[in-house]
């Protein structure tokens, strides 16, 4: 029997990183910390990232090629209803980030305060693009009403807080109340106010 391939040390730190950020959220997490959980030292963790702010940049890359690859796929299969299509959106996003507890917090900006700025906006845009994508998808419905039309962009946004309100939900319950818990229910009904 052969061994399994190695881990590559990039990606061993970043799930570090990402395991330290969910398991002591209200901690600031320097690289000398960092790299004593990997193993290394500092010089060796410079040596894969230019900076701390680089493993945040590939930690929030991740998140955006994981979501919006599966998200993408989920908009092109034109055998859902606008409804259904929404609802796997949804599903997939708050399914990434209760399996993601740490790169989730990223996503929140709670692991950023005190990082670099353009950090927090990129975070921003992720959660501006999954907007948009819901707004196109509830807009460009074949089954749309004018009525659902011309309420998609509230109708984006109000899913869009949903998802941040149960993300949040999540990281301040200590990842205990989970944002996928009782989600059917609840997507019933944001679903029947959205679409009627």
């Not at 599903?91 to 989730?104: D, P, Q, R, S, W």
Request: aromatic share 6%; with cysteine.
């Amino acid at each position: 029997m052969t061994d399994p391939k190695p881990i590559p040390r990039r990606q061993q730190i970043l799930q570090a990183l990402a395991r330290e950020i969910e398991l002591h959220p209200a901690s600031r997490i320097t690289t000398a910390r960092l790299a004593g959980v990997v193993g290394v030292s500092e010089a060796a963790l410079y040596r894969h990232f230019p900076g701390k702010a680089a493993m945040f940049e590939a930690l929030i890359e991740f998140a955006e090629d994981a979501v919006f690859g599966l998200v993408n796929r989920i908009v092109a299969d034109e055998s859902d209803t606008a409804r259904r299509c929404c609802e796997r959106i949804v599903g997939v996003v708050l399914g990434f980030a209760e399996h993601n507890a740490g790169i989730m917090r990223v996503l929140l900006g709670e692991a950023l305060v005190g990082e670099d700025r353009a950090l927090s906006e990129r975070v921003t845009r992720f959660f501006e693009r999954l907007e948009t994508q819901l707004r196109m998808v509830i807009r460009d419905a074949d089954d749309a009403s004018l009525t659902q039309r011309s309420r998609a962009g509230a109708s984006a946004n109000l899913i869009t807080a949903f998802i941040l309100g149960r993300m949040h939900q999540y990281s301040a319950s200590g990842l205990r109340r989970r944002p996928t818990e009782d989600l059917d229910r609840q997507w019933a009904m944001i679903a029947d106010a959205v679409f009627g």
